[in-house]
């Protein structure tokens, strides 16, 4: 049997805690949670170790996001509306909801402006002395800009049935199809992302990563009439920029190259790291395009499992080169 490394005595605090974990002769307990107190780091500055600062609940800012989804398309996407219900009432009701969530969790959010860790860095950040009235005034920007998201999804629904011949309806896309979900919480968090909310805009895109496979950050930029068609593997980096009437398929990914170091050995976040999608480009599945430099011209096909980092002119279809398929029947040499 291995050597115990804990103490075996009972711990000197049991006395004056008001709730030790010792039980009987070994204090297991107290000796773990006096190790780990060891690590945590001081309350407000932004570390690995940091555990004390209040940070927006996940579970608060997921309903406002799913109450955010009922305003924008009620009784299809995430509650179910009573037949006999009144759909005007019942938008009421969940924007209300959001207004209160949001402001709360906006506020807790909002320190990490200053405090956080890049910021710390950059050394620019002016501290907020009202993050109570701040949080309420951004709150009611994100609600205002509701009927814009609105009208974009509305678009997006209508690219989808276009551009899927297996879809039939409408309401199969609003209740079933991962892109429009994906794309619904990007709009949205887009919003709160363009307010310099922290925190709070990739909680929600993260989510619908971990729920569609789908990863949109919430600082891209993307057009009217977007579709992704089946969409399991697709990534969209933080700066693209994507036109109007694009359409991509499973397992693209719109990402970075190595991007460079400051003089501290820092990454330099502040520059464009992904490529940009002009209007009516198709890009087909298991392509991928790099770097922020890389402009795909209006109305270009880029093909299946496509390797790109350099831009090409309107009107192109890129392509792999020749692949030799060799077909053999079973058994033979």
């Known amino acids: ?75 299809r996407m995430h509650t179910e509306l009573d037949v006999d219900a009144s759909t005007e009432a019942f938008v009421h009701e969940r924007l209300a909801r959001v207004q209160r969530l949001i402001g709360r969790e906006i506020a807790r959010a909002l320190p990490f402006r200053w405090t956080g860790a890049y910021a710390r860095t950059k050394g620019d950040a002016r501290v907020d002395t009202d993050t109570q009235q701040t949080s309420k005034l951004l709150a009611n920007q994100f ?21 899927d011949p297996a879809a039939h309806t409408y309401a199969e896309i609003m209740l079933s199809y991962p892109g429009l979900q994906a794309i619904t919480v990007q709009r949205v968090a887009h ?10 805009p990739r909680m929600m895109s993260e989510w619908a990563h971990t729920t569609t496979g789908i990863d949109i950050h919430p600082g891209a930029r993307i057009g009217r009439s977007f579709f992704i068609d089946h969409g399991t593997g697709v990534v969209i980096g933080e700066t693209c920029e994507i036109g109007d009437d694009v359409k991509l398929y499973q397992g693209v990914t719109l990402g970075a190259l190595s991007f460079p170091l400051d003089e501290d050995g820092n990454p330099i976040k502040d520059i464009k790291r992904h490529p940009t999608l002009e209007d009516g480009v198709v890009v087909y599945a ?20 496509v390797w790109l980092g350099k831009s090409v002119p309107p009107g192109s279809t890129v392509t792999q080169g020749n692949v030799e398929v060799k077909v053999r029947r079973n058994g033979e040499d």
Do not use: H, W
Not at 56 to 72: G, H
Not at 191 to 200: E, F
Not at 288 to 294: N, R, V
């Open 143 to 163: 609600i205002a800009e509701f009927p814009r998201i609105r009208e974009l999804l509305v678009e997006d629904v209508q690219a989808a049935y276009n551009g």
């Open 191 to 200: 919003v709160l992302y363009d307010l310099d909310v922290p925190l709070i």
């Open 286 to 305: 298991n392509a991928t395009i790099l770097g922020g430099e890389t402009v795909i011209g209006k109305g270009s096909v880029i093909g299946s499992n």
């Open 1 to 75: 049997m291995a050597e115990a490394r804990y103490p075996l005595e009972r711990c000197e605090s049991c006395d004056s805690r008001d709730v030790c974990g010792c039980r009987g002769p070994a204090q297991l307990s107290c000796y773990v949670v006096d190790q780990l107190t060891k690590s945590f780091g001081e309350d407000g500055i932004d570390t690995p170790e940091e555990v004390g600062t209040p940070v927006p609940s996940r579970a608060r800012v997921l309903e406002a996001l799913f109450c955010t989804m009922d305003v924008l398309f009620p009784g």
